[in-house]
């Protein structure tokens, strides 16, 4: 296992990276997931917007995105005027040609993640190691 020179708390090793939303950045603005755990298939930030802060309207050419609230309250405007918010555990999907901005209304930060990608599902292709008959089970503690 390594850690990336540019982010020396995300531990990388064959196949995988683990990282911390902290260990990304601090302060409020992009946390650059993507980049710093070295995702390749799809687009992934964290956003820290302060309380009374909103972003500008913008939309995309070509990635539908997806924005998942972690942490506060946001409320997203669209293009035609209507506005929904969005507490902990708030889901958005909004297609690229879709303008929208995000405010926080909340009186801490908002956390959000956003993720964006193009050209659709692959569909369901996860597998279990041979031998194994299940990809869940009950963990049983040492001792019992």
Not at 25 to 42: C, N, Q, S, W, Y
Not at 106 to 117: E, H, K, N, P, T
């Amino acid at each position: 296992m390594e850690a990336s020179s540019e982010y020396p708390r995300v531990t990388t090793a064959e196949g995988y990276a683990v990282g911390h939303l902290d260990d990304l950045g601090d302060g409020p603005g992009f946390r650059k997931i993507r980049k710093g755990l070295g995702v390749t298939a799809f687009g992934v930030n964290a956003i820290v917007l302060p309380a009374g802060i909103e972003t500008g309207f913008h939309y995309h050419d070509l990635q539908e995105e997806l924005y998942f609230v972690h942490r506060g309250t946001i409320e997203m405007e669209f293009g035609d005027g209507a506005v929904q918010r969005l507490g902990e555990g708030g889901l958005a999907r909004v297609d690229a040609a879709t303008v929208r901005k995000i405010r926080n209304v909340g009186d801490g930060d908002a956390i959000y993640l956003c993720a964006g990608g193009k050209d659709g599902y692959i569909g369901r292709d996860g597998r279990v190691r041979p031998g194994e008959e299940q990809r869940v089970r009950q963990i049983h503690e040492s001792g019992e």
